[in-house]
Protein backbone atom coordinates (compact mmCIF):
# COMPACT_ATOMS: atom_id res chain seq x y z
CA UNK A 1 0.00 0.00 0.00
CA UNK A 2 1.50 3.22 -0.54
CA UNK A 3 1.74 5.89 1.88
CA UNK A 4 0.95 9.09 1.45
CA UNK A 5 2.57 12.31 1.87
CA UNK A 6 0.98 15.18 4.01
CA UNK A 7 3.38 18.07 3.93
CA UNK A 8 2.41 20.04 6.87
CA UNK A 9 3.22 23.78 7.42
CA UNK A 10 5.69 24.66 10.48
CA UNK A 11 4.58 26.67 13.50
CA UNK A 12 8.62 26.76 14.33
CA UNK A 13 9.48 30.39 14.92
CA UNK A 14 11.19 32.11 11.79
CA UNK A 15 14.74 32.70 11.85
CA UNK A 16 16.55 36.20 11.83
CA UNK A 17 15.39 37.95 9.14
CA UNK A 18 19.26 38.80 8.08
CA UNK A 19 19.37 34.79 8.14
CA UNK A 20 16.38 34.32 5.84
CA UNK A 21 17.42 37.24 3.56
CA UNK A 22 21.09 35.15 3.39
CA UNK A 23 19.40 31.87 2.93
CA UNK A 24 17.07 33.48 -0.14
CA UNK A 25 19.80 35.20 -1.52
CA UNK A 26 21.55 31.83 -1.47
CA UNK A 27 18.93 30.07 -3.85
CA UNK A 28 17.69 32.82 -5.86
CA UNK A 29 21.93 33.40 -7.07
CA UNK A 30 21.94 29.24 -7.25
CA UNK A 31 18.66 29.19 -9.61
CA UNK A 32 20.61 32.00 -11.46
CA UNK A 33 23.61 30.66 -12.22
CA UNK A 34 22.35 27.51 -13.17
CA UNK A 35 19.73 28.27 -15.03
CA UNK A 36 17.18 26.36 -12.86
CA UNK A 37 13.80 25.97 -12.49
CA UNK A 38 14.13 26.04 -9.02
CA UNK A 39 16.13 25.64 -6.41
CA UNK A 40 15.46 25.51 -2.31
CA UNK A 41 16.87 25.02 1.02
CA UNK A 42 15.80 22.29 3.63
CA UNK A 43 17.06 22.05 6.93
CA UNK A 44 17.01 19.18 9.15
CA UNK A 45 14.95 18.64 12.10
CA UNK A 46 16.98 15.45 13.22
CA UNK A 47 14.03 15.10 16.67
CA UNK A 48 11.37 15.08 13.78
CA UNK A 49 12.98 13.27 11.70
CA UNK A 50 11.86 15.64 8.91
CA UNK A 51 13.46 18.43 6.58
CA UNK A 52 11.75 21.84 6.84
CA UNK A 53 11.83 24.13 3.50
CA UNK A 54 14.14 27.15 4.57
CA UNK A 55 13.83 29.09 1.42
CA UNK A 56 12.37 28.41 -2.17
CA UNK A 57 12.82 30.25 -5.14
CA UNK A 58 11.26 29.49 -8.32
CA UNK A 59 8.45 26.74 -8.67
CA UNK A 60 6.33 26.72 -5.24
CA UNK A 61 8.19 29.32 -3.35
CA UNK A 62 4.77 31.00 -2.87
CA UNK A 63 3.57 28.07 -0.26
CA UNK A 64 6.47 25.65 -0.08
CA UNK A 65 8.50 27.77 2.75
CA UNK A 66 7.97 25.84 6.27
CA UNK A 67 6.67 22.50 4.59
CA UNK A 68 8.17 19.31 6.67
CA UNK A 69 9.02 16.37 4.85
CA UNK A 70 10.02 12.91 5.71
CA UNK A 71 13.93 12.91 5.96
CA UNK A 72 14.70 9.53 5.14
CA UNK A 73 13.16 10.08 1.68
CA UNK A 74 14.21 10.89 -1.67
CA UNK A 75 17.04 12.53 -2.55
CA UNK A 76 17.42 15.42 -0.35
CA UNK A 77 16.92 12.33 2.19
CA UNK A 78 20.20 10.31 0.62
CA UNK A 79 22.18 13.67 0.40
CA UNK A 80 21.34 14.32 3.93
CA UNK A 81 22.25 10.79 5.44
CA UNK A 82 25.45 10.83 3.44
CA UNK A 83 26.71 13.94 3.43
CA UNK A 84 27.51 13.45 -0.20
CA UNK A 85 26.16 15.95 -3.24
CA UNK A 86 24.65 14.22 -5.97
CA UNK A 87 23.75 15.00 -9.38
CA UNK A 88 20.80 13.37 -11.57
CA UNK A 89 20.29 14.19 -15.17
CA UNK A 90 17.52 11.76 -15.76
CA UNK A 91 14.93 11.50 -12.77
CA UNK A 92 12.21 9.01 -14.76
CA UNK A 93 15.17 6.33 -13.95
CA UNK A 94 16.49 7.36 -10.65
CA UNK A 95 15.62 4.97 -8.21
CA UNK A 96 16.34 7.20 -5.19
CA UNK A 97 13.82 10.03 -6.29
CA UNK A 98 10.63 9.81 -4.54
CA UNK A 99 8.50 10.84 -7.01
CA UNK A 100 5.36 11.22 -4.61
CA UNK A 101 6.92 13.87 -2.26
CA UNK A 102 7.72 15.80 -5.81
CA UNK A 103 4.17 15.85 -6.82
CA UNK A 104 3.26 17.02 -3.10
CA UNK A 105 5.03 19.79 -3.93
CA UNK A 106 3.24 20.32 -7.08
CA UNK A 107 6.55 20.18 -9.20
CA UNK A 108 8.22 17.42 -10.48
CA UNK A 109 11.73 18.25 -11.97
CA UNK A 110 13.25 16.07 -14.30
CA UNK A 111 16.65 16.27 -13.66
CA UNK A 112 18.41 18.05 -10.17
CA UNK A 113 21.41 18.59 -8.11
CA UNK A 114 21.96 18.80 -4.24
CA UNK A 115 24.43 18.86 -1.62
CA UNK A 116 24.51 18.75 1.87
CA UNK A 117 24.95 21.98 4.07
CA UNK A 118 27.84 21.07 6.34
CA UNK A 119 28.89 22.58 9.20
CA UNK A 120 31.68 20.83 11.26
CA UNK A 121 30.90 17.52 10.52
CA UNK A 122 27.47 17.58 10.86
CA UNK A 123 24.21 17.65 8.29
CA UNK A 124 22.16 20.69 8.84
CA UNK A 125 20.14 20.44 5.51
CA UNK A 126 20.29 20.40 2.02
CA UNK A 127 20.51 22.88 -0.93
CA UNK A 128 18.63 21.37 -4.17
CA UNK A 129 18.57 23.10 -7.60
CA UNK A 130 15.49 21.93 -9.85
CA UNK A 131 16.00 21.50 -13.77
CA UNK A 132 18.99 23.46 -14.20
CA UNK A 133 20.30 23.80 -18.05
CA UNK A 134 21.67 20.72 -18.97
CA UNK A 135 25.40 23.23 -19.18
CA UNK A 136 25.24 24.07 -15.81
CA UNK A 137 25.28 19.87 -14.75
CA UNK A 138 27.90 18.58 -17.08
CA UNK A 139 30.81 18.50 -14.65
CA UNK A 140 32.89 18.48 -11.72
CA UNK A 141 33.16 23.02 -11.36
CA UNK A 142 29.52 23.32 -11.09
CA UNK A 143 29.37 20.53 -8.17
CA UNK A 144 31.96 22.61 -6.44
CA UNK A 145 29.91 25.59 -7.26
CA UNK A 146 26.94 24.03 -5.69
CA UNK A 147 28.87 23.09 -2.85
CA UNK A 148 30.21 26.83 -2.64
CA UNK A 149 26.41 28.09 -2.11
CA UNK A 150 25.81 25.25 0.21
CA UNK A 151 29.08 26.26 2.60
CA UNK A 152 27.04 29.56 2.26
CA UNK A 153 24.35 28.59 3.31
CA UNK A 154 25.65 26.11 6.40
CA UNK A 155 28.08 29.68 7.43
CA UNK A 156 24.89 31.64 7.89
CA UNK A 157 22.67 28.76 9.77
CA UNK A 158 25.68 28.50 12.33
CA UNK A 159 25.37 32.01 12.92
CA UNK A 160 21.93 31.14 13.00
CA UNK A 161 21.67 28.50 15.40
CA UNK A 162 25.40 29.80 17.69
CA UNK A 163 23.88 33.06 18.31
CA UNK A 164 20.10 33.27 17.98
CA UNK A 165 18.52 36.38 16.51
CA UNK A 166 20.31 39.51 16.59
CA UNK A 167 19.15 43.35 17.18
CA UNK A 168 23.34 44.29 16.13
CA UNK A 169 25.21 43.63 13.50
CA UNK A 170 27.98 40.96 14.10
CA UNK A 171 31.51 41.88 15.52
CA UNK A 172 33.59 42.82 12.90
CA UNK A 173 36.16 40.04 14.20
CA UNK A 174 33.25 37.41 14.98
CA UNK A 175 34.94 33.98 13.38
CA UNK A 176 31.87 33.24 11.42
CA UNK A 177 31.14 36.55 9.90
CA UNK A 178 34.55 36.17 8.65
CA UNK A 179 34.27 32.95 7.02
CA UNK A 180 30.56 34.38 5.62
CA UNK A 181 32.86 37.36 3.79
CA UNK A 182 35.59 35.03 2.16
CA UNK A 183 32.85 32.52 1.00
CA UNK A 184 31.14 35.28 -0.56
CA UNK A 185 34.63 36.56 -2.04
CA UNK A 186 35.09 33.19 -3.35
CA UNK A 187 31.58 33.04 -4.80
CA UNK A 188 32.13 36.47 -6.65
CA UNK A 189 35.82 34.94 -8.09
CA UNK A 190 33.76 32.01 -9.32
CA UNK A 191 30.73 33.79 -10.44
CA UNK A 192 33.49 36.23 -12.35
CA UNK A 193 35.32 33.58 -14.09
Do not use: C, K
Request: charged share 20%; aromatic share 4%; hydrophobic share 45%.
Amino acid sequence: MAQTITPVVSAAPRPDPVVAELLQSVVDTARAIFGAQASSIMLLDPAADELIFEAVSGQGQEFLVGRRFPAGRGIAGWVAASGEPMVVDDLHDSVSFDRAIAESTGYVPNALMAAPLIRRDRVLGVLEVLDPSPQARSGLPELDLLGLFARQAAVALHVLTSYGPRSAPAAPDDPSRTELLRLLSEARRLVGD
